[in-house]
């Protein structure tokens, strides 16, 4: 007669970090790894910008009358204001303030829906406008060499930023919803602080791309 073998005993993920406090530092850890291959992605387009600005300095100078730069400033009020509220989301989260915490991260989430909608407006009028990447770019009234290419550069830097708010609105989104089902208290909540850091980040990333494509 066979035996069956003996099933393994179920272990806690958080075992094999020795205690909880090793396991949060890994997690960290490995957000802060992940973010910083995020920050390379956004270094290297960083560079091109340079390089080509470097090469065009007036085209790039004159670039900024054809922008939407109020659309752009608001944007930017938008975005901080949602990273305050993460932060303060946060910092509910650890006072025990679940509901609070759960409110102010859907509202951070809707001010990154907010984003997106004024985003698509912009993108709008410089489609009507032919301001599009590449060989379809048309715009009469800004039909200099290296014109084309500055747009291009927008469009690539601003819709790379898009898609990342876009993941962060889903992050927020749920983490909103976990937090509201008691899935996250004031011992663990570890989760929203990795969450809150990436959503930073896409604030941080921003505040750099403004000011270099609506205001510089």
Request: charged fraction near 10%; glycine fraction near 8%; proline fraction near 4%.
């Amino acid at each position: 007669m066979q035996h069956e073998p003996a099933l393994r005993p179920v272990v806690p993920h958080a075992d094999h970090f020795g205690d909880e406090a090793s396991r949060q530092d890994a997690a960290h850890l490995g957000m802060w790894i992940f973010l910083a291959t995020e920050v390379l992605l956004f270094a290297g387009l960083f560079a091109a910008y340079a390089m080509y600005r470097l090469a065009y300095p007036e085209v790039f100078l004159h670039a900024r009358e054809h922008m939407e730069v109020t659309l752009g400033t608001i944007n930017t009020y938008v975005l901080v204001s949602s990273s305050v509220l993460v932060a303060l989301a946060i910092a509910s989260i650890r006072g025990g303030r679940e509901m609070t915490a759960s409110a102010l991260l859907a509202g951070a989430a809707l001010l990154g829906i907010t984003f997106l909608c004024i985003k698509g407006v912009e993108y709008a009028h410089h489609a009507r406008d032919k301001a599009l990447p590449g060989a379809h770019y048309a715009l009469h009234a800004f039909a200099v060499p290296g014109a084309s290419l500055y747009f291009t550069l927008y469009w690539i830097m601003t819709g790379v930023h898009a898609v990342h708010v876009t993941v962060g609105v889903g992050v927020l989104s749920v983490l909103s919803f976990q937090t509201l089902s008691g899935k996250f208290n004031a011992r663990y909540h570890t989760p929203l602080e990795l969450g809150g850091m990436y959503w930073h980040l896409v604030d941080v990333v921003w505040l750099f791309l403004w000011p270099l494509l609506y205001l510089a």
